[in-house]
Each structure stands twice: as C-alpha cells, then as structure tokens.
C-alpha cells in the first residue's frame, strides 16, 4: 500500500467510501459502483486491495478469488440491470493499481463489443445507486 496511489488510498480503514459505498469489500477486493458523471448505470469498479498493478502479480488467493468474484458480480449485473452481455475492461493505464471495470450492457443497447465500451457513459446519482443496490 502507498499513500500515492489513489486506489490504495481508498483501501485504508480509515478511507471514506465512495460513491454508492462497498458493494463487495472483503479481504482481497473491493467493489463499488462508478460516479455517475463518468460512468453508466451499474457499472461496477473492482479494485484491489493490495497495491500491484499486473494480473501476473496477484498472489496465489488473489487469482483464486477473482474469478469467482466476476463470476458473482457477473450474475448479479445480468439480475438487477437486464444485460445480454457485462463486459470486463482492465487497463490499469491511468491508476496503475489493479482494477477492472463491469459494465452491463443491455440487450436493447444499439452499440455493441469495443463501440459500446467507447460510447460516452454517464448516470444520475439516484439512478447508479439503486442499481448498484438492485
């Protein structure tokens, strides 16, 4: 953990919690839904707690969680929101933290693969926090 980056800042106990609160905190990830002035409703950020910013530098109990995380987060996406597909990007290019983003995407949605994922995202707040809640 350092005190430079952003995202281990949000992993100290003393942290406040973001937007919408912990979805998911537990020893080795914490979950939460995006600001809505940057992201789509039920959009979901699972950020690491330790500070490493490669898939190939997850400890062994990292790598054996995460899958199984995404699996869950993954069919509750599809029950609260309606998705036909919840899409995983992990770049990690402007926090050099690990994280990966969840967005559902709708089947209704008219944009599809990487031109629904570069499509401007936006919510309202009321909105975003009751679909996190779903």
Not at 34 to 63: C, K, N, Q, W
Not at 88 to 108: E, G, I, K
Request: with cysteine; net charge negative; charged share 25%.
């Amino acid at each position: 953990m350092t005190d430079r980056c952003a995202y281990c800042v949000l992993a100290r106990d003393d942290a406040a919690e973001p937007f919408g609160g912990w979805i998911h905190p537990d020893e080795h990830w914490l979950v939460a839904p995006g600001e809505p002035a940057t992201t789509m409703p039920g959009a979901l950020r699972i950020t690491s707690r330790r500070h490493y910013v490669d898939f190939a530098d997850m400890a062994a109990a990292e790598a054996a969680t995460f899958g199984p995380l995404l699996s869950a987060l993954d069919r509750a996406l599809r029950a609260t929101t309606d998705a036909e597909r919840v899409h995983l990007v992990s770049t990690r290019d402007r926090v050099p933290h690990f994280h990966a983003w969840l967005y559902p995407r709708p089947a209704t949605h008219p944009l599809r693969g990487t031109e629904f994922l570069n499509a401007r995202q936006h919510g309202t707040p009321d909105i975003v926090e009751s679909t996190a809640r779903g």
